[in-house]
């Protein structure tokens, strides 16, 4: 057989693996990603029967309250330890960006904070001058000094720091708290932390958009947020525009504790042993058609050497 015909049969083999190789990478990466991102706190734990929330859940739903009007004279503490009301956050002509959070949250609350800072770097409106950001913590008990550590290093990651003067991390009293949360819709219960002590709290992810006098005007559910729809809230609901609801897909923030409750929702853990044990079979079967491409090389010839004149000019 001639040695070209030979070359070129092996060189199309490997020029096959090499795409099988990278379509497989292509489609596995992804769901290793997938389960990594939710193996952080394990976002999606619990038992889910047929369309049934877990029962720790059911109470941490998002309801739309669109055209609710804001507790304007609720008060809370801001990341200066000054008393504040949230009214004085609306001025009657820019928008506010709210967020429910806690700040010693282990999971979800960080990207939800890392989702507002990616989206506001490709917005091109300015914190401070044409919209006003609150995000206030649904724990009674965090403080105003971990409040300004949030801040300054959100700030920071967002890399514009004059523009700390509309950035607002807030802290309060339960009873502000709820008022607050009532009427946006957010719903969350405390859960038991890993030391079985009730210090965390199970809620979806949402981050809403109100009018300049304090009525919700949008929502965005999750913890990846599109510039352009926030920037066209933003400026929707400068001029009072009322938005439409958006479909109830949510991202809960729950970690589950296998000696205190039942739930076994497991779909990272699912996702990652699927992805690991698919690239350990393209690894395997990789091998073994190289080493078959070898063994028949060997049959034929001696391997080529690609730096060999001789082989080279056949």
Known sequence: MPRHTTRSRRTARRCAGCVVLSLALGL???????????????????ENVGDQLPKVLQSATIQQHLNAQLPLDA??????????????????????????????????????????????????????KDFQIVVFSIDPTESSQLAARRKDFYLRRYGHPETANGWHFLVGQERSIQALTKAIGFGYIRVPGPDGKLTQFAHASSIEIATPQGRVAQYYLGVEYSPKDMLLGLIDASGNKIGSPVANIFTYCYRYDPQIDKHSLIVARVVQLGGMVTVASLGSFMFLMFRRDKELSRKLGRVPDWHDDNWRNG
């Open 75 to 128: 008060t809370f503490t801001d990341d200066h330890g000054n008393p504040v009301k949230l009214g004085q956050y609306f001025d009657g002509k820019h928008p506010v960006l709210l967020s429910a959070v806690y700040y010693n949250c282990p999971m979800l609350c960080s990207e939800e904070l890392d989702g507002i800072t990616g989206a506001l770097e490709m917005v091109h409106l300015v914190p401070g």
């Open 28 to 46: 596995i990466l992804p769901l290793c990603a997938l389960g990594q991102v939710s193996s952080y706190g394990d976002k999606t734990e619990g």
